[in-house]
Structure formats: C-alpha cells, structure tokens
C-alpha cells in the first residue's frame, strides 16, 4: 500500500480512537448521573436516620463487617478477612490504598475497624457508593479520598502519589483486575509508593474451582493465584483463608522489601 493508503488508515485509526474516547465519556456521564441519583434518594430515605445510628452503636470489626455486608456491599469472605485484619492491625497502618473499591466494603472497614488508620485512598474505573462511604467515615480521624481510572495508567498513580504528598503508603490492598498482568502491573506500580517493611496483599490468591477441577461455578477468582506463587518464595509472607481448596478469594500479604526482586514473567 502506498503513502495515500496509509494515511487513510491512520485517518481511519484516529477516528475510530476518538469514537471510542466519546462513548467512554458518555458512559462515565451517565454512571455519574445515575451515582447522583442515588445519592439523593438515600439522602431523602429514612434509612438514613436508622442505618447511622446502627453505624454508631458497632463496637468491633464484626460489627463493622455486618453492616458493610448489609448496607454497603463487600466482596469478601467474612472469616478470613477479619483474621486478615487482626494481623495488620498489628502493624498500625496509618496510609492505605485499596485498589478495586467496587461498592466500598473493604475501604469502609479500613477507615473504620483500622484503629490507626488515618489516610484511606481507592482506586477504580467506575466509583460507586461514594455518598455511603462518605456518610459512614470517621472523618474527624481518617481522610477518604478516592481516585477514578484505570489503575495502572501513569496518570492514576500520579493522582495517587499527589494525594499521598510526602507520606508512603503502610498497607496496599490489590483486589482490582484479576488477570495476571493486571495484579502485576498494579503490584509493579505502586510498590514504589509503599514503605521498606508495609504490607502488599492480594484478595483471591486460592483458585477458583474452574481452575482447579474444571467445576461449574460463579467464583471467578482470575490468575492472581499464578502472581502469588511467583511472590510467596521472595518474601516474607502470611496468608489467610479457611481451606486451602476453598473456591477463591483467599488474601496474601508480603512484607515489601524493595532489596529483593523476583522474576514475573
Ligand atoms: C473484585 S472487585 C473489588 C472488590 C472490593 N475490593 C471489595 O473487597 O469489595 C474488582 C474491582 O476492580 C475494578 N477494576 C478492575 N480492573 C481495574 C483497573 N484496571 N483499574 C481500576 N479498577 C479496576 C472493578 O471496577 C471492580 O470494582
């Protein structure tokens, strides 16, 4: 082909990338229009009243679970992320990033049952439950701030470095794509914002039983599985779930020690 053929075709790409950037934006318009909506309707609702009163009166992270898993929505399993909780709480993590918040449970419980929790941020394409999350956040100890985009794009972590300042994150929770590209790429673009001897965990470290035995299931846990055997051997490492063949989910820390490197592939 020649010189006309090809600038028809970069013509042709160019047209098809700005079709593809306008039906993006028209989507996050609407995905916002209908967040608002919500908003307002649970502003209007007299659940409002009821459902704060049973915020203030949780008194430990069971409680707290309950009320993310009934009035905000959490993807996680209840037994091994409140024993996951018991062990960072150990390390006093002050600064956290939740990558993939979905409906918020898990930021939820960071700004809440975390006691030394002071800085929770999240990461993801489409944010959902912002007016819960903000209604039932200690604010007068922790500062939630969310960022929207595609976790590993430059521009995300830059929002994300720009909101930390000067500070390093304690604890970075990675539960967003669940591709094995897409756990390493967040794993390898933000272990540079966390702190010598912070925890990295990843939710769904156990295979889903598709993967293991071929079962039908809706568990889709990805191939985070395949990252965390890559990293279990390079690090110091805890992991929590209730059986080992359980049917995913299932979360693994590492101690970030930036001296250690490990092949990924
Ligand atoms: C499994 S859900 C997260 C569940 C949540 N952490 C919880 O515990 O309730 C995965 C989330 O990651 C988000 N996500 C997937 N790929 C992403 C990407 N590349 N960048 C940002 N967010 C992403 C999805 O929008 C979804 O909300």
Redesign the pocket.
Known sequence: MGPVGGTERCIRAKEAAMRHSVRQLAARARWAAKERCRALSFLLSPNRVSWRREWESCSSAEDLFSFASSHIG???NRVEFLRFLAYIEGERPANVL??????G??SFMFANALKTSRHVLG????LRNIHLLRAYCPTWIVRQEFVCG???RPSTVSEVRRRLGSAKLDLLFI???HSYR?AEADFEAYRQLVRDGGLIAF?DICMDHRRRYGAETPNDSGEVYRLWQRLRGSYETKEFFEDEKQNGAGIGTITWDPSRSVDLG
């Open positions: 959490i993807g996680q939740e990558i993939g918040v979905r409906d449970g898990t990461v993801d394409v489409r595609e976790s590993a539960d967003g794509d897409g939710h």
